[in-house]
C-alpha cells in the first residue's frame, strides 16, 4: 500500500510529546495503584486460615506446612477453625484486610430451585441453619442452605457469590485466595465475586476433588508459591506435576484470571520491589 507523506509541524510535536507525558503519567499511576492500595511490607501483612473441615476432618500437617510457608513469607497467620466459621467471619474478613485467604471447606455448584434453575458456587460455614437468622439474606439467595458433611443430619449456612459482592464490609487489597474445595473455578461467579471486592486472583479447582489429593497439593501450592516464590503460573505447574489431577475425580487446579499466572506473590499482592 502507498502512503501520502505528512510534513511534521510544531502542533505535531506537541502534541506527540503531550502524548508522552500523558502516556508516562498513566505508567507511574498504575504503579502507584499497585503499591498503594497494599501498601507496606510484607512484614506487615496476615493471612486468613479458615479450616471449616477441622471438626470431621482435621489435618495439622496442612495448617503446619501451610502457615509455616506463609510466614516465611513474612506474614502472621490468623487460624479459624470449627464454631468459628460462620456467616459473621465472612462478613467481616474483608474487613480484616488479609493479604492471603486460605480456605480449607466442603464447597460446590449447587441449582437453586426457582422460575428457571440457577447455578451458584458456595462456600460452606459451620453455622447451624436457621429460618430466623439472616431472613434478608437468605430472601436474596446471599445465604443458601447447605449440609456440611455427607452424613450429617444438620443443615448449615452457605455463603453465595452475592453474600462476597454485598455483604462483606471493606475491601480485599489485592488479596491472594486459595480454595482447598471442590468446584470453585468449576464457574467463576465466586470467583468474580472475590475479583470484585479487590482480590488479585482466586486459585482452586474446576471439579469435585478427593480431600486427601486436595489437601497434598494445596499445601505444595502454598509451599511453591510463598516459599520458593515461583510465580503462579510455575507453581500451578509445579503442583500438577507433582500431584496430576484428582485420581477419583479428575479435577485440575487453576486459576482466575488466567492474567494473573504471569506474577509472584510479592507481584499479585502489589509489595514495593
Not at 502512503?3 to 502507584?32: E, M, N, P, Q, Y
Not at 451458584?120 to 434478608?136: D, G, I, M
Not at 430472601?139 to 452475592?162: C, H, M, Q, Y
Not at 454485598?166 to 474445595?181: D, E, K, T
Request: proline share 4%; hydrophobic share 45%; glycine share 8%.
Amino acid at each position: 500500500m502507498r502512503h501520502r507523506a505528512k510534513a511534521i509541524t510544531r502542533a505535531d510535536s506537541l502534541w506527540s510529546w503531550a502524548v508522552g507525558i500523558l502516556f508516562v503519567g498513566a505508567i507511574l499511576l498504575g504503579v502507584r495503584f499497585m503499591t498503594t492500595e497494599r501498601g507496606g511490607a510484607a512484614a506487615e501483612l496476615r493471612a486468613v486460615v479458615i479450616d471449616q473441615l477441622s471438626p470431621q476432618y482435621p489435618n495439622d500437617a496442612f495448617r503446619s506446612n501451610t502457615t509455616a510457608a506463609l510466614e516465611a513469607f513474612g506474614m502472621t497467620a490468623d487460624v479459624f477453625e470449627g464454631e468459628e466459621v460462620d456467616v459473621g467471619l465472612y462478613r467481616s474478613l474483608a474487613s480484616r484486610q488479609p493479604g492471603v485467604v486460605l480456605i480449607r471447606s466442603h464447597s460446590g455448584i449447587l441449582v437453586l430451585e426457582a422460575e428457571t434453575k440457577e447455578h451458584v458456587t458456595a462456600l460452606f460455614t459451620n453455622e447451624p441453619y436457621s429460618e430466623t437468622s439472616h431472613v434478608a439474606e437468605q430472601l436474596n439467595d446471599r445465604l443458601l442452605i447447605v449440609r456440611p458433611f455427607e452424613d450429617d443430619a444438620e443443615l448449615t449456612f452457605g455463603v453465595s457469590p452475592k453474600f462476597v459482592s454485598n455483604s462483606m464490609s471493606g475491601r480485599l487489597p489485592r488479596s491472594i485466595v486459595i480454595i482447598a474445595g471442590c468446584s470453585c473455578l468449576g464457574r467463576t461467579d465466586l470467583a468474580e465475586a472475590f475479583f470484585s471486592r479487590g482480590a488479585s486472583v482466586v486459585v482452586s479447582w474446576d471439579g469435585s476433588v478427593s480431600l486427601e489429593h486436595v489437601d497434598a497439593a494445596t499445601a505444595f501450592l502454598v509451599d511453591r508459591l510463598f516459599l520458593y516464590r515461583l510465580t503462579l503460573e510455575d507453581a500451578v505447574i509445579a503442583t500438577m506435576v507433582e500431584y496430576g489431577q484428582d485420581p477419583d475425580f479428575g479435577a485440575l487446579m487453576t486459576y482466575f484470571p488466567g492474567a494473573a499466572g504471569r506474577y509472584t506473590a510479592a507481584e499479585l499482592l502489589g509489595l514495593p520491589a
